[in-house]
């Protein structure tokens, strides 16, 4: 089983909402920056959100801002992303990775950062 176990995914038509969670097994994510990433079929997989350990700090990429929202339980060893609005182009495999160096208040969005990840979600957004 992989560290990290993302659910949430499905079909959603487009406006409606979704939340995606990232549960750890085996470890404690109270000390790991969190990101988002999702990648569609023949694209480049994309930065989404970032969580700092605290949930003090987060970021957006500009094509979620307003719509997403990334939070934290750590009492429950779970993260979350909220997706309200959701758009035909958010349709894609979401993974929430993990690493403890990232700072998110200057995260390049680049996946190459993230050391431990889970094996994905689809989101789908169609009518």
């Known amino acids: 089983q992989l560290p990290l176990v993302e659910s949430g995914g499905g079909l959603v038509q487009p406006g409606g909402s979704l939340r995606l969670s990232c549960a750890a097994s085996?470890?404690?994510?109270?000390?790991?920056?969190i990101g988002w990433f999702r990648q569609a079929p023949g694209k480049e997989r994309e930065g989404v959100s970032c969580?700092?350990?605290?949930?003090?700090?987060?970021n957006y990429a500009d094509s979620v801002k307003g719509r997403f929202t990334v939070s934290r339980d750590n009492a429950k060893n779970t993260v979350y992303l909220q997706m309200n609005t959701l758009k035909p182009e958010d349709t894609a495999v979401y993974y929430c990775?993990?690493?403890?160096?990232?700072?998110?208040?200057?995260?390049?969005?680049?996946?190459?950062?993230?050391?431990?990840w889970g094996q994905g979600t689809q989101v789908t957004v169609a009518s």
């Open positions: 085996g470890f404690t994510l109270d000390v790991y920056t």
């Open positions: 969580i700092s350990s605290s949930g003090g700090s987060t």
């Open positions: 990775a993990a690493e403890s160096w990232v700072d998110c208040n200057a995260w390049s969005k680049d996946h190459v950062e993230f050391g431990t």
